[in-house]
């Protein structure tokens, strides 16, 4: 399995709280995804990052951030969450332009 | 307009028929194009993967691409009960490594 970890895995948080889910990966590879997943909408993609400190939007990026400050570490933050946030988060890594990507286990996050 | 489509299904087949799941894309310079499988609760894994045009083929499962109808398939032969999952088309930008997927087809494989 390509080494992607994901943390928290489980998340409960407070409407309005600010919460940070992160991605590290050992594999050395470019690019890094954020997707979220809700019945019915399959994968939508967050933001992605195609570098260090290099990042672009996805098709559902209001109410979230990003930073990746080094290769192997991948941060979405929900500066204010809301309960339409409530997702499963799935972060995906890829080592070259069009090559595969690879998916990390998941985090399940709920906003009440 | 979504950037890749699917029909959600779900799509019921038999055990040991053949099961054939579509996609279609958007963005004319989409250079690769994946299949993944998704089991509920877990995380989605590559089946296929594919860059030209044409079929092919890896034991069951053989992917078609078709650029300039700009859609992409999956036949799975002598489906089994095991393969009963979601089935994710995705499509990735070839100028900027954007990935993106379709809403999945359900797979129903009935013994």
């Known amino acids: 399995d390509a080494g992607i970890t994901q943390s928290p895995r489980h998340k409960v948080t407070e409407t309005g709280t600010p919460v940070t889910l992160r991605c590290h990966q050992t594999?050395?590879?470019?690019?890094m995804y954020w997707y979220r997943q809700d019945p019915g909408h399959g994968l939508r993609l967050i933001h992605y990052s195609y570098g260090v400190k290099d990042t672009d939007k996805g098709e559902v990026s209001d109410g979230y951030s990003v930073s990746r400050s080094k290769t192997e570490d991948f941060l979405l933050t929900l500066e204010s969450a809301t309960s339409s946030q409530t997702s499963v988060y799935f972060c995906a890594i890829s080592g070259q332009l069009n090559t595969e990507a690879f998916f990390g286990q998941g985090t399940r996050l709920t906003v009440v | 307009q979504k950037e890749v489509e699917q029909n959600s299904g779900p799509l019921s087949v038999p055990e040991g028929a053949i099961a054939s799941l579509n996609c279609t894309y958007s963005?004319?310079?989409?250079?690769?194009f994946f299949w993944y499988r998704q089991y509920s609760g877990k995380s989605p894994e590559l089946i296929m993967s594919?860059?030209?045009?044409g079929d092919k083929e890896d034991g069951r499962f053989t992917a078609q691409l078709n650029k300039a109808s700009q859609y992409v398939s999956l036949l799975i032969r002598d489906s089994q009960p095991s393969d009963s999952a979601t089935y994710l088309c995705?499509?990735?930008?070839?100028?900027?490594?954007?990935?993106?997927f379709g809403q999945g087809t359900t797979l129903q494989v009935k013994p």
């Open positions: 963005d004319r310079v989409s250079q690769s």
């Open positions: 995705a499509v990735r930008s070839g100028n900027t490594g954007k990935l993106i």
């Open positions: 594999e050395n590879h470019r690019y």
């Open positions: 594919i860059y030209s045009n």
